[in-house]
C-alpha cells in the first residue's frame, strides 16, 4: 500500500471536503481525488460518495477513515521524533502567531535569529485562525492563553499588558457618559480583554467593531471612542492617551507551544531561545 494515498485520505476525513483537504496539505484538490481513488483502487472498496456537489463516506469508507486517522496520528508521531533526533541547525521552522504581536515582536527577532543561522528557514504567519500543531500546519504557536490538553510543552514568554486607549480630541470633546467604545468580534469576540471592555462599557454602546487589532487602533487614532489595546501597539502611538492614565493594566501570558516531541530539535531549539532570549547561540 501506499502510505501516501492513505495519508491524503485522511487529510479528507479531517478536514470535510476536498478543498479542505488542498488546503491542509498543500496540494490541489485534484491531487487528493486522485490519492483518493488510487486508495480505492488498491483496497478494492468504494469509500467516498458523490452526492451533488458533496462527497460523502460510504459505510466501507468510515470504517477506513477510522483506521486512517489512527495511522495519519502515529505517522506524524514517527515525523515529529525524526525531527527531534537530527542533529543539523538547518530546515524550515514554521511559527504562528496573532498577526500584531508577529509583526511588532517577533518579526525583529527572526529576523536576527537569521542572519546567525543561515541554514533555517523561517516561516511566520499571522493567525486568521489557530494553526494545527498536530497537522504541523505550524511546528510552533504563540498563544494568549496556556494549552489543556494534547502532548504539549508550553513556554511562557512574557505578559501581554491591555489598557484603554483613546484620541486625546475624543475625550476632551466627549464627555465619559457619552463615550462610544470600539469593540472586537471574530476570533477576538470572547476574548478576556473584550469581556473586560464591555464590564467597563455598561450601557455604553460599541458603535465600531473590527476582528483585527491594527484596525482597532486606526479607528481609536481616527476619534472613533475608546479601545482596549495592548501596549506594545500603543505605547509610542503619540495619536493615543492611555484611559485614564493610571487604570491597572489587564494582562494576559504569552505562551510558546510547542509538541513535546520536537521541543529539542536543533532548529526548534534554536528558534525558541531566540524567541525569548532575543538570538540564538
Known sequence: ????????????????????????????????????????????????????????????????????????????????????????????????APSAYAGAVLAPKLARLRQRHPGLALRLLGEARTASLDRREADIGIRLSRPEAGDLTAIKLGEMAFRLYAAPAYLAAVPEADWRFIGSEGAMAGSPQQTALEGIAGDRPFGLRSDHVEIQVALAAAGGGIAILPDF??????????????????????????????????????????????AAE
Open 1 to 96: 500500500m501506499d502510505w501516501d494515498d492513505l495519508r491524503h485520505f485522511a487529510g479528507f476525513v479531517e478536514a470535510g471536503s476536498l478543498a479542505g483537504a488542498a488546503r491542509v496539505l498543500g496540494i490541489e484538490h485534484a491531487t487528493v481525488a486522485r490519492r483518493i481513488a488510487a486508495l480505492e483502487a488498491r483496497l478494492r472498496l468504494k469509500l467516498v460518495d458523490r452526492r451533488g456537489r458533496r462527497l460523502v463516506l460510504t459505510p466501507d469508507g468510515e470504517r477506513v477513515a477510522d483506521l486512517a486517522k489512527g495511522v495519519a496520528t502515529e505517522m506524524r508521531r514517527l515525523e515529529r521524533l525524526a525531527e527531534g533526533a537530527r542533529s543539523e541547525l538547518a530546515g524550515t521552522v514554521t511559527i504562528s
Open 233 to 278: 501597539m500603543t505605547e509610542n502611538d503619540p495619536r493615543l492617551v492611555p484611559v485614564p492614565p493610571d487604570r491597572p493594566a489587564l494582562r494576559r501570558g504569552i505562551w510558546l507551544v510547542v509538541h513535546s516531541d520536537m521541543r529539542n530539535a536543533p532548529a526548534i531549539r534554536a528558534v525558541i531561545d531566540g524567541l525569548r532570549y532575543g
